[in-house]
């Protein structure tokens, strides 16, 4: 990890989500062997306020670490194939959450590229979730993993970018309920971003 990057603390995470989220842009996810990539695209996930939560109707054996300790990984299988990550947020017990949905790679690119054959162009390489997971090389082994002491060599840090002043907000993808909450920010006119939302700033 360069000198100049400063991994995020606990009390960073240590907040509600829709506070962390947007917070999140612009941060650097880095792994050990030199993937690097700029978080663009995040997602607030709320625990029992938020019926879209997988952490909703309390604890599971599949969200036990979202009611963990701020600052880990929470990883989750969806639709059969792809992988989700999440920084886990707020107070034990709450069952709070970040997806990182999109991020623009810096470093590491071969390795990235070898982890996402299909993806014709680089932009392509962690557009989205499960494009995320997979670049990174994240899978349900990771889920638990400590992003503040980086004990499987995965964290986010900081470069001093800060986050963007006015991210765009609007709904989250991909889900049925709570459809209504403005819980998804990005980076304004990012090309790395999943899916292009031309709502308010804020």
Same mark, same amino acid.
């Given at each position: 990890?360069? &000198?100049?990057?400063?991994?995020?603390?606990?009390?960073?995470?240590?907040?509600?989500?829709?506070?962390? !989220?947007?917070?999140?842009?612009?941060?650097?996810? %880095?792994?050990?062997?030199?993937?690097?990539?700029?978080?663009?695209?995040?997602?607030?996930?709320?625990?029992?306020? &938020?019926?879209? !939560?997988?952490?909703?109707?309390?604890?599971?054996?599949?969200?036990?670490? $979202?009611?963990?300790?701020? #600052?880990?990984?929470?990883?989750?299988?969806?639709?059969? $194939?792809?992988?989700?990550?999440?920084?886990?947020?707020?107070?034990? #017990?709450?069952?709070?959450?970040?997806?990182?949905?999109?991020?623009?790679?810096?470093?590491? $690119?071969?390795? $990235?590229?070898?982890?996402?054959?299909?993806?014709?162009?680089?932009? &392509?390489?962690?557009?989205?979730?499960?494009?995320?997971?997979?670049?990174?090389?994240?899978?349900?082994?990771?889920?638990?993993?400590?992003? %503040?002491?980086?004990?499987?060599?995965?964290?986010?840090?900081?470069?001093?970018?800060?986050?963007? =002043?006015?991210?765009? !907000?609007?709904?989250?993808?991909?889900?049925?309920? !709570?459809?209504?909450?403005?819980?998804?920010?990005?980076?304004? &006119?990012?090309?790395? %971003?999943? %899916?292009?939302? =031309?709502?308010?700033?804020?």
């Amino acid at each position: 990890m360069a &000198d100049a990057w400063q991994r995020l603390p606990r009390d960073f995470y240590r907040r509600h989500p829709t506070v962390v !989220a947007p917070e999140l842009l612009n941060k650097l996810l %880095v792994r050990d062997d030199g993937r690097v990539a700029r978080i663009v695209e995040v997602e607030a996930y709320a625990g029992s306020e &938020d019926p879209a !939560a997988h952490s909703y109707r309390g604890r599971t054996p599949r969200t036990a670490t $979202m009611f963990g300790e701020a #600052g880990h990984l929470y990883v989750y299988f969806t639709y059969g $194939m792809h992988w989700g990550s999440n920084a886990v947020c707020g107070e034990v #017990g709450e069952g709070f959450g970040v997806l990182l949905r999109a991020a623009e790679p810096l470093q590491g $690119m071969e390795a $990235m590229r070898l982890a996402r054959p299909r993806a014709r162009r680089d932009r &392509d390489l962690a557009s989205g979730p499960g494009k995320l997971s997979q670049a990174f090389g994240i899978t349900g082994t990771m889920d638990g993993a400590d992003l %503040v002491s980086a004990d499987r060599g995965l964290c986010i840090a900081c470069d001093g970018t800060p986050p963007p =002043r006015r991210p765009v !907000a609007g709904p989250r993808i991909g889900i049925s309920r !709570a459809v209504e909450f403005p819980w998804r920010w990005h980076v304004p &006119d990012h090309p790395h %971003v999943s %899916v292009r939302h =031309r709502g308010p700033a804020g």
